[in-house]
């Protein structure tokens, strides 16, 4: 399973949300995204999803199929609850996995499908959210193989001329250098100085770690051919925005960034 060259790659970003067909379409009106695909896979717990690239990124909408369920639980929490999951991209997981039992941390699930493999962290012992370390044969190719898009063939859903990038992630924390400390170790990476708050690069994103009320991942970053155009179609489907923010998409705020 060992890649010639080791990486880890913040690839998905997994956000929950109570109405997926109400959430897709304020996403794809919003930034001019494209459906890429919709797992049958993630049903299994009681969810349904669609994927969507932004850059050669994703972002997920997942919504409970029931009651009864984490993600149900996790979409009550309000419009403010941050993200449901951080999905990280590596060439084996099995250290990632040994890591966490190390540290205490708690497996939550196993994942094997067609040569698709990974674990996802208990989202307790995460702390901000819930974190899983994957691989897919021949991902180290970005516009390759990818089994959470279908394996091959989503690429058709690129506007890189749209969405060029999603750079960073902002976390929050009664003590944002505990969690980031908690990260680091749970990651197998430094920390960094970003702006006087601890960060976390790996690659296509940073993580910044900044002082809030609760512990989650709040923010994303996304580069966009026309930030301006974007806050006025969000602002147009009922959403509050600021000068370079739109406010609880998602359960998460969006930082709009210029493409250079």
Do not use: K
Request: aromatic share 8%; net charge negative.
């Amino acid at each position: 399973m060992t890649a010639s060259t080791p990486y880890l790659r913040l690839r998905q970003i997994c956000l929950a949300v109570p109405d997926l067909d109400a959430a897709t379409a304020d996403l794809e009106a919003i930034f001019g995204v494209a459906l890429a695909y919709r797992d049958p896979h993630v049903e299994r717990w009681g969810v349904r999803n669609a994927l969507y690239p932004f850059g050669l990124s994703f972002v997920e909408l997942v919504a409970p199929m029931s009651a009864d369920t984490s993600a149900a639980r996790f979409v009550a929490r309000g419009a403010a609850r941050g993200a449901y999951m951080a999905i990280f991209n590596c060439d084996d997981p099995a250290p990632f996995r040994e890591r966490a039992r190390a540290l205490g941390i708690r497996i939550a699930a196993e994942l094997a499908h067609e040569g698709f493999a990974g674990i996802q962290l208990h989202p307790r012992d995460g702390r901000a959210t819930m974190i899983e370390f994957d691989h897919t044969p021949g991902e180290e190719d970005l516009r390759g193989t990818y089994f959470p898009a279908g394996g091959t063939g989503w690429t058709h859903a690129l506007r890189l001329d749209r969405v060029a990038a999603l750079p960073e992630v902002e976390l929050t924390s009664p003590d944002p250098a505990g969690l980031a400390a908690h990260w680091s170790r749970i990651i197998g990476r430094g920390l960094v100085d970003a702006g006087g708050a601890p960060a976390i690069d790996v690659d296509l994103c940073r993580m910044r770690f900044v002082p809030g009320a609760a512990e989650a991942l709040t923010a994303l970053t996304v580069v966009v051919d026309s930030p301006a155009q974007v806050l006025e179609r969000a602002a147009a489907r009922g959403y509050a925005v600021s000068a370079d923010r739109i406010r609880a998409l998602g359960g998460v705020d969006w930082r709009l960034r210029a493409s250079e």
